[in-house]
């Protein structure tokens, strides 16, 4: 099946610091979805992405799919302790079903 | 609108016995996921459901795990004579334009 290798697996940074994760696969994806998954609950949706290229934002969060389709980033500007969790990027291709990366545990000190 | 809801929330069961897990899906989605999590972990893979196509059963971990949908809606993942290392959070999505919205999922522990 097709494998997403996401990094890095865990980060640990200051409240108000920039971060950056990333997903890259040998296959091509017709979809990129990042979701934020806090203890205790089910991922939530942050930001899709469906075109080569596309450069989407939400709030603080900003993704991009990449040029080649194998591959997007996920960056967090600004952070605040609230944005501790675990972070998974997810790729689709048409007529496959959604596949995640392993996750990236994110813990924010104040 | 309403989400994806999963029950129970929580079970505890001994080891040997069986359950049954239950998802509902949110209104109209046509495909449906089961996944496993266990603490710290990632989104381990169980079962997928797309319309009325067979589903992908290729994540299921043994034979003791399958699953139902029924009519195209609400889905029930059930385990056969647990054994302690079926415990884990089971997670549902359902999807639709290539989104997936999960369920708050099932904590299981196998006593």
């Known amino acids: 099946g097709q494998q997403l290798n996401q990094s890095p697996q865990s980060m640990f940074i200051q409240e108000g610091e920039d971060v950056s994760m990333n997903c890259t696969s040998s296959?091509?994806?017709?979809?990129w979805l990042w979701y934020k998954q806090d203890p205790g609950e089910g991922p939530v949706l942050l930001i899709a992405?469906?075109?080569?290229?596309e450069l989407t934002s939400n709030g603080r969060l900003t993704a991009q799919f990449g040029i080649t389709r194998k591959d997007s980033f996920l960056n967090i500007s600004a952070s605040i302790p609230s944005d501790v969790g675990i972070y998974f990027c997810?790729?689709?291709?048409?007529?496959?079903?959604?596949?995640f990366g392993e996750g990236t545990q994110l813990t924010v000190n104040p | 609108g309403a989400g994806v809801s999963q029950s129970p929330s929580n079970k505890v069961t001994e080891k040997g016995k069986d359950v049954e897990l239950r998802c509902d899906p949110i209104?109209?989605?046509?495909?449906l996921y089961w996944y496993r999590q266990s603490l710290g972990q990632g989104l381990e893979f169980l079962i997928y459901?797309?319309?009325?196509?067979?589903?992908?059963k290729s994540g299921l971990p043994s034979d003791r795990f399958s699953a139902e949908r029924t009519g195209g809606s609400v889905s029930t993942l059930t385990i056969q004579r647990t054994q302690q290392e079926d415990s884990a959070v089971y997670l549902c999505?359902?999807?639709?334009?290539?989104?997936?919205?999960f369920g708050p999922g099932t904590r299981l522990t196998v006593t």
């Open positions: 999505a359902s999807s639709a334009g290539g989104k997936q919205y």
């Open positions: 296959s091509i994806f017709n979809t």
């Open positions: 992405l469906y075109k080569a290229g």
């Open positions: 997810g790729g689709e291709t048409s007529g496959s079903r959604l596949t």
């Open positions: 209104s109209g989605h046509t495909a």
């Open positions: 459901f797309q319309g009325n196509s067979a589903p992908d």
